[in-house]
């Protein structure tokens, strides 16, 4: 970060990127850039407030997305969530036990459960903020710990739908 003699401060892209991760809830109010750096970063990654006026590549540094490509934004309940028990605990039937237990053994084997906590903390939002999203599409519906978490509202083990299907 540097500030210009007119004490508009500029970030690199970088910086800005390190930034808006770290406050997800930033006001953009409080950032003023004098260069296109921020919106060359708000258009990789297709975030709202992209101006269609800059036309210039992202060279986004690779350390950024290797810091970041496990790390997901979420409360810190939802980190901390044990979300094979949650699923377990879900479950009414010694038959929906033992689905959602050789599911989340698979999801184990792929390092998958950093994505289902946030799946939870995402379908909880969603919900809390009263937002309308689909019954479920493609081969998500094959998972009924996905069922369980809200994602997608088409109950697998009714359907017969084989978890294969989605971890493919």
């Not at 792929?110 to 081969?139: A, E, H, I, M």
Request: proline share 4%; aromatic share 14%; glycine share 4%.
């Amino acid at each position: 970060m540097k500030i210009l003699p007119d004490g508009q401060v500029v970030y690199s892209e970088t910086e800005l990127l390190e930034l808006l991760y770290q406050r997800p809830d930033l006001d953009l109010k409080e950032i003023t850039t004098a260069n296109a750096d921020f919106y060359r970063a708000a258009k990789h990654f297709h975030l709202p407030w992209t101006t269609k006026n800059i036309n210039a590549d992202s060279a986004i540094d690779p350390q950024w997305y290797k810091k970041y490509t496990n790390t997901w934004i979420m409360p810190e309940e939802y980190k901390n969530l044990d979300i094979a028990k949650w699923c377990l605990d879900q479950c009414k039937t010694d038959a929906e036990r033992q689905r959602v237990g050789a599911e989340l053994l698979l999801y184990q084997e792929r390092n998958l459960f950093p994505l289902l906590q946030f799946l939870k903390y995402f379908v909880d939002t969603l919900r809390k903020n009263k937002v309308v999203w689909g019954v479920g599409r493609g081969s998500s519906v094959a998972s009924y710990v996905l069922y369980l978490i809200g994602v997608h509202r088409i109950n697998s083990m009714y359907y017969d739908l084989d978890i294969r299907e989605f971890l493919k």
